[in-house]
């Protein structure tokens, strides 16, 4: 396993996650902004975001823009005490994901919440 100490290899990786030592009842999270970028040896998800290289990452989930419905629904959580920006919001924050989104919500809410 990783000790710590120095730089961690791709290889190194692949050991820990899929080499000789069993890794039984790990589980391991690795996000990326572009799944593009995600070197094909450790998988790539298929249209039904299953991956290439079962063992290593088993499961992809991939997070893309969000609907103008979830867009929505999450501006009227965060925009709770300025309702007016809404629409405004969710209109801006197409072809957003998630985490994006969110940011414009929460940005919008303190510059409310200071105007007060």
């Not at 030592?21 to 790539?44: Q, R, Y």
């Not at 007016?84 to 989104?101: P, R």
């Amino acid at each position: 396993m990783f000790s710590g100490k120095g730089k961690l290899t791709l290889d190194c990786l692949l050991n820990t996650i899929s080499g000789v030592e069993p890794a039984d009842g790990i589980l391991v999270f690795i996000t990326v902004n572009d799944v593009s970028k995600v070197d094909k040896s450790l998988g790539i998800p298929n249209e039904n975001e299953i991956s290439t290289r079962p063992g290593r990452l088993d499961k992809m989930l991939v997070f893309g823009v969000m609907l103008e419905e979830c867009r929505t629904a999450l501006a009227e959580l965060i925009l709770s005490d300025c309702t007016h920006l809404i629409n405004e919001t969710v209109k801006a924050g197409e072809n957003e994901t998630g985490a994006q989104f969110s940011k414009r919500c929460s940005d919008i809410a303190l510059r409310e919440f200071w105007k007060k």
